[in-house]
């Protein structure tokens, strides 16, 4: 079975910082790997996802991706935070053999400091 | 032109009611999900229709019963509300058809936010 530990569950950045949010996965078959942003008694929105091709993805609102099959990682990026980034992240996993369903983490929540 | 919606939006209701959450799709998909979101945020899913046939069904107590009656829709139907029921309960969609599509992304609804007294 597939899993994602997202590592922090809090994390708190300077408008203009560095965002970095942290997901591992554990799979035995090749996985395809989603980042959803939740914003206040909102919805989930994609993102950005790995299924194959280019390791490096770009997602929307400056996001960026990499996956690292050697580190089982698919850390989260944007270069400078903007205060309209604050909401809560999921990493998840999808594998072909359960079908097409999502294995979330347990969600980071990103404030931003004017 | 809303892609995924459900109601209600907000759900309070009596411990040993019954109640039912409807949601709908307009983009086409043939694969619609039910998920849970916990008071700690955390998100599992329940099931999955595809086509109007249940192709994912997590350990979940049989008093939730979930109902296709077309591929744009995938209602709820909860039974005997417990405490312990309270949560957000997610409708999603995704294209293309049944297992083996793990890599199309899925598009999530509002939300129906569910309290049980």
């Known amino acids: 079975a597939q899993s994602v530990t997202q590592l922090g569950s809090h994390v708190s950045v300077s408008e203009g910082a560095l965002v970095l949010l942290r997901c591992n996965y554990s799979?035995?078959?090749?996985?395809?790997l989603f980042w959803y942003v939740q914003y206040p008694n909102q919805g989930l929105q994609l993102l950005l996802k790995?299924?194959?091709?280019?390791?490096l993805v770009k997602g929307i609102n400056g996001f960026e991706a990499e996956f690292k099959k050697s580190e089982t990682s698919f850390h989260l990026t944007k270069p400078s935070a903007h205060m309209s980034d604050a909401a809560e992240y999921f990493c998840?996993?999808?594998?072909?053999?359960?079908?097409?369903?999502?294995?979330f983490g347990e969600g980071t929540q990103l404030t931003v400091n004017p | 032109d809303t892609a995924v919606s459900q109601t209600p939006k907000y759900l309070v209701t009596q411990m040993g009611n019954d109640k039912s959450i409807k949601c709908e799709q307009n983009?086409?998909?043939?694969?619609m999900y039910w998920y849970k979101q916990d008071s700690k945020k955390f998100l599992k899913i329940m099931f999955s229709?595809?086509?109007?046939?249940?192709?994912i069904n997590e350990t979940v107590p049989n008093r939730f019963s979930p109902k296709s009656p077309d591929k744009a829709h995938l209602n709820l139907h909860i039974n005997s509300l417990e405490l312990g029921d309270s949560a957000v309960y997610f409708c999603?969609?995704?294209?293309?058809?049944?297992?083996?599509?793990?890599?199309?992304?899925?598009?999530f609804g509002p939300g129906t936010r569910l309290l049980v007294l």
């Open positions: 998840a996993v999808s594998v072909g053999t359960s079908g097409s369903r999502l294995t």
């Open positions: 999603a969609s995704s294209k293309l058809p049944g297992q083996g599509a793990p890599g199309e992304t899925q598009y």
């Open positions: 983009l086409g998909h043939d694969t």
């Open positions: 229709y595809n086509n109007k046939e249940l192709i």
């Open positions: 799979s035995s078959v090749p996985p395809y």
């Open positions: 790995y299924t194959t091709g280019a390791t």
